[in-house]
């Protein structure tokens, strides 16, 4: 029978062939399920995930909505990796996005080069500082950051509610649940004129490279891998837990309420009831497919990406609730994290006794 | 004021039927974050096999299997494959919410048979404390009655016993010869089963429709309840209770008219559980105490 021994030492290769073999999984997987409810398996999986590519403006969508999964994965990463657990990006995308676009309408004459800046300030310490209420919480009160960060998300979807229907409904919007329009200088400049690819896009490619060379290269990445690796050790070397807990909410915070910022100023143009499809939450899953490096963070991010564009491609041509996009992200992690075990362990052939 | 404590018991049974199973769970050392998922498939499936056939029993059994099954899932990957409990928790909620949307979108916006109200003969027409007592559907007493049977299996069975032991020293219960994953297994069924059932209260009696989404975050609030509760099945009840009191409040000062917009409003509830985790979390000596010593540490007997 088949049966798992551990390793002595992990296993550099499956590290990275595990995304791979979770992938191969994830089609075989979601294919079965597709013929199971009567729908031609191999048509679904490649309307799910190559279709949505060969469109016209494809590559331009799986782009744009990439750039707010790498940015949020890149700060998850080292959250996780710091053993902080913050899963309540998506409140700090929001409030990011709130803090972002209150400032978009109050400036709505500013120029270009003031209100861009003006915009990626607010948006990180619109994130940060939500975030950093959940660091105070753990720090102060030894409160979970796990139920604290994601009650904070729900917070935070009511205060947008409240806001876009409330205070910042624009008056001249008939009455629908959205703010009025930012300016055109607001979005940002655009990377290809006429297209919809903003500045979110450079960012993000470079927020990965600097993420990689702080964790890998400073000793504040050092001491963050030490926390989340040895924590009685990084006690002993007399790291400053606190602060450490701090930077990490902050970072992964800061990034995700760019990613918001980026999102409605630079893609949305506007505030709605509905600031993106649950960024926050995928994001986790892009940190781990991308092995919680800031590197591998981009492609699992493209990835992750495509999922969105092929749940609307199966909704248009095969008549699919979009929701198989969630299914479809589920179960790539589980699989990423079944897959995971052949790091430590190995996988052998064992006559019964 | 009848009114009132009728409600709050309705709202606080869901959450006190999946916290009770996530208690029992994290008694045994796993932490299985996925209750939010497993408590929406079990929603969905009892939804739709009440509409399906009409047929309460079964549904309910439906929703305790989906339940199941979810944790059996949970159970592969993190007793079995010793894959991270955290993000497997969070898989299964992920997972979840995709799954209950796309067997759900069907079943939107229509109605399925409720759960019906028992009334027992003599104690409901009591004046004041029957209609507030003895005038529920069956689950609210399922319950209440589960809130005794896992006090009294923690701590006056042998089972009970070996089930702390495991939570609080994985190793030593190994070496006493005790099946450590076989046990969790069970376990994580059982908390399973539980979600399974707290959702179905909530798409068959609490908000008997289905709509995506609607466990709105009570998973995670049950979750919250069990550290409330420092791991106590009767402070999980009080806890839950007072957490059925703030949500009732906060749809109660919606309906009433309160000058506050009603979005802040149905904010209050996640607010309040952060408040309560903050004063029960500030005294770390009491956590440590009662936290389950094992909680989130995988196991092998290999070492």
């Known amino acids: 029978m088949l049966s798992l021994s551990p390793r002595g030492t992990a296993s550099g290769f499956w590290r990275y062939a ?7 999984l994830t089609a075989l997987t979601t294919g079965a399920l597709f013929a199971a409810m009567g729908r031609p398996a191999l048509l679904t999986v490649t309307t799910f995930l190559i279709t949505p590519l060969l469109a016209t403006g494809g590559l331009e969508a799986l782009l744009v909505k990439a750039a707010p999964l790498v940015m949020m994965g890149v700060g998850l990463s080292i959250a996780y990796r710091a053993n902080v657990w913050n899963i309540g990006a998506e409140g700090q995308y929001i409030f990011g996005a709130l803090a972002a676009g209150g400032l978009a309408l109050a400036l709505p004459a500013a120029p270009g080069w003031v209100i861009v800046p003006l915009l990626i300030a607010a948006g990180l310490v619109g994130g940060a500082g939500y975030a950093l209420i959940v660091a105070w919480l753990r720090t102060r009160f030894n409160a979970n950051e796990i139920l604290t960060s994601l009650m904070l998300a729900y917070v935070a979807q009511y205060l947008l509610v409240y806001l876009v229907t409330g205070p910042w409904r624009d008056p001249e919007g008939f009455g629908f649940p959205q703010t009025a329009l930012f300016s055109d200088a607001a979005g940002g400049p655009r990377l290809i004129e006429g297209s919809n690819l903003h500045l979110g896009l450079i960012f993000a490619p470079l927020i990965a490279l600097a993420a990689w060379v702080m964790l890998g290269r400073s000793v504040l990445g050092f001491q963050f891998r030490v926390m989340g690796q040895a924590p009685r050790a990084a006690r002993f070397a007399g790291f400053d837990e606190n602060r450490l807990i701090w930077l990490a909410m902050a970072i992964s915070g800061g990034l995700a309420g760019l990613a918001g910022m980026f999102e409605v100023t630079g893609n949305q143009g506007q505030l709605t009831i509905n600031l993106g499809p649950g960024y926050g939450f995928t994001a986790i899953i892009v940190g781990f497919l991308g092995r919680l490096h800031p590197l591998g963070v981009i492609p699992a991010g493209l990835l992750l990406a495509l999922t969105y564009l092929g749940g609307d491609a199966a909704q248009m041509n095969l008549g699919l609730s979009s929701a198989i996009t969630g299914i479809f992200q589920g179960i790539l992690l589980f699989c990423l994290l079944g897959s995971d075990v052949l790091i430590s362990h190995r996988l052998q052939w064992k006559r019964r006794p | 004021m009848t009114a009132l404590l009728v409600s709050v018991i309705a709202s606080a049974t869901p959450l006190l039927l999946a916290a009770l199973g996530a208690l029992l769970v994290e008694k045994v050392a796993v932490l299985n974050l996925g209750v939010e998922g497993m408590m929406l498939v079990g929603a969905i499936a009892g ?6 056939t009409g047929n309460l029993p079964l549904a309910l059994a439906a929703a305790i299997g989906a339940g199941m099954v979810m944790a059996l899932l949970f159970a592969v990957l993190t007793l079995t494959l010793r894959a991270n409990q955290t993000a497997t928790g969070l898989a299964l909620t992920i997972f979840g919410r995709g799954f209950s949307a796309l067997v759900g979108a069907g079943y939107v916006g229509i109605a399925a048979p409720t759960l019906p109200r028992i009334a027992i003969p003599g104690l409901s027409d009591l004046p004041f404390v029957g209609p507030i007592l003895f005038g529920h559907d069956p689950l609210v007493y399922v319950a209440l009655a589960m809130v005794g049977a896992v006090a009294w299996f923690l701590y006056r069975t042998h089972a009970g016993l070996i089930l702390r032991a495991i939570g609080d020293q994985h190793d030593a219960a190994h070496v006493l010869g005790y099946k450590v994953i076989r046990i969790r297994y069970l376990t994580v069924l059982f908390g399973g089963a539980m979600a399974g059932l707290a959702g179905a209260y909530m798409s068959l009696s609490y ?22 509760a420092a791991w106590r099945p009767f402070w999980l009840m009080i806890g839950a209770w007072l957490f059925g009191g703030i949500m009732y409040l906060s749809l109660y000062m919606q309906a009433l008219g309160v000058p506050v917009p009603t979005a802040l409003l149905s904010a209050l509830p996640y607010l309040g559980t952060i408040l309560v985790l903050v004063l029960i979390s500030r005294d770390r000596r009491r956590i440590r105490l009662h936290r389950p010593a094992m909680l989130g540490r995988p196991f092998s007997a290999g070492g």
Do not use: K, N, S, Y
Request: charged letters at 10%; glycine letters at 6%.
């Open chain 1, 18 to 24: 595990a995304p791979v073999l979770a992938l191969a």
């Open chain 2, 47 to 52: 939804f739709a096999v009440a509409h399906e």
């Open chain 2, 207 to 228: 908000t008997p429709l289905w709509t995506q989404d609607m466990i709105a975050g009570r998973g995670w609030v049950a979750l919250a309840l069990v550290t409330f």
